[in-house]
């Protein structure tokens, strides 16, 4: 809807699922009023090794998102939103260091394996990844980055399909352009294109594919990564400076509609050397 700004389809189509997964999430949240807040119990992490636990970051914020966008959709449509959704939504707990200065991918009382972090499927990446991305300041985001990404291994995160591309934009939120085109090119290098005809797997070691959340993520990292673009209900805008890769001359993304309205958007350096992101209207 906010690409499109089709009302018809949010109504027939959009709505009906995005109330039902408010409900959902309202009906999984419980407060805790010796702490003032709502938590998500019992719940299996993305970092998969890591089962009935206790408020799993990359849940918690999902389980926000969704209760935030089922307010503001039920506000197009007239319709009346529960009041528990966006209180549910303001007062879920977001676990930080106790300093505050990065988040924690867990509750600090989960004993959690943190090795499957490494592999690529711990929660703190995935908080960069567009269709999410939490607000915070710039501070903490290059805290989280220092903390919870930058350490793994680009090889063996490499290997898992489904870890690069929030990686590789995460870097990119942060202007790290050598680490974000690191990361990117693992696409391509980290074993998970089979051969005869480059079929994406999982991981580098096994046969499960085609990964669409591998191919994906690639998409990802060029229309919404390099670019900086984040779609907004103010439009489609520049919520972070575009990167180019060292040695890219310029990318291009052609002919995209956004609202009615066509167009290409570059990324190209200018005579300073500086990148900067233009767009022409068709």
Not at 149 to 155: D, E, G, K
Not at 251 to 258: A, C, E, I, K, V
């Amino acid at each position: 809807y906010l690409a499109t700004r089709d009302r018809d389809w949010l109504r027939a189509h959009g709505w009906p699922v995005i109330r039902e997964v408010a409900r959902f999430w309202a009906s999984r949240a419980t407060y805790d009023p010796s702490r003032q807040r709502y938590g998500i119990t019992h719940v299996n992490s993305v970092a998969e090794s890591n089962t009935d636990i206790a408020n799993d970051t990359f849940t918690n914020v999902s389980a926000a998102k969704a209760l935030s966008i089922a307010t503001a959709a039920a506000g197009v449509l007239g319709e009346r939103p529960d009041p528990l959704w966006s209180r549910i939504a303001r007062g879920l707990y977001i676990p930080l260091a106790p300093g505050g200065e990065h988040h924690l991918p867990f509750d600090p009382a989960v004993m959690a394996d943190r090795s499957d972090e490494d592999f690529g499927g711990g929660p703190m990446a995935l908080l960069f990844l567009p269709s999410l991305d939490l607000a915070m300041g710039t501070e903490l985001r290059r805290h989280d980055y220092e903390y919870g990404i930058r350490p793994s291994s680009v090889a063996r995160v490499g290997a898992a399909s489904m870890a690069i591309a929030p990686r590789s934009i995460a870097a990119d939120t942060i202007g790290a352009a050598a680490d974000a085109v690191a990361w990117f090119a693992t696409n391509f290098t980290g074993g998970t294109l089979k051969p005869p005809f480059n079929v994406r797997t999982e991981t580098a070691g096994n046969n499960v594919g085609y990964f669409l959340t591998g191919s994906g993520g690639y998409l990802q990292s060029l229309i919404y990564g390099f670019s900086g673009l984040r779609i907004r209900e103010a439009g489609l805008i520049e919520a972070y400076a575009p990167v180019l890769p060292p040695g890219w001359n310029s990318l291009t993304l052609r002919n995209l509609t956004f609202r009615g309205q066509r167009m290409d958007i570059r990324i190209a350096r200018d005579a300073a050397g500086v990148v900067r992101l233009t767009r022409r209207m068709h």
